[in-house]
């Protein structure tokens, strides 16, 4: 069984920047570990991926650039670095794991079993 908690969502100017975290218990070493997040009134959309065992990344094309996903595996955590924030990003963002953990990772949020309760990240213009 695998645990997932996010972290460090909040209030920013656009441009601004934040860092998120999501800190997992149990078997982890083997998924692959990725954010997604979900606008108001829309669907929960693939943001970045990384891999545990090889730290291999891989994002959206909408946050190349902007975002930077990495880990560190003594610490079980995942961030998810946001640059130049824009008001579009604003959001709850979630952390998932997939047991099958294949790459390049799967995009579909209907695939993975594992999922954090969010955090708010909210961008004001």
């Known amino acids: 069984q695998v645990q997932l908690v996010e972290s460090g969502g909040g209030l920013v100017q656009a441009g601004g920047s934040l860092r998120l975290s999501c800190t997992a218990s149990g078997r982890t070493s083997t998924y692959a570990t990725s954010w997604f997040r979900q606008a108001p009134g829309k669907e929960r959309e693939f943001v970045a991926a990384?891999?545990?065992?090889?730290?291999?990344?891989y994002y959206a094309d909408s946050v190349k650039g902007r975002i930077t996903i990495s880990r560190d595996n003594a610490k079980k955590t995942v961030y998810l670095q946001m640059n130049s924030l824009k008001p579009e990003d604003t959001g709850v963002y979630y952390c998932?794991?997939?047991?099958?953990?294949?790459?390049?990772?799967?995009?579909?949020?209907?695939?993975?079993?594992?999922w954090g309760p969010g955090t708010q990240v909210t961008v004001s213009s």
């Open positions: 990384i891999s545990w065992s090889s730290g291999r990344t």
């Open positions: 998932a794991a997939d047991r099958a953990s294949t790459w390049p990772p799967r995009l579909n949020e209907d695939e993975y079993d594992y």
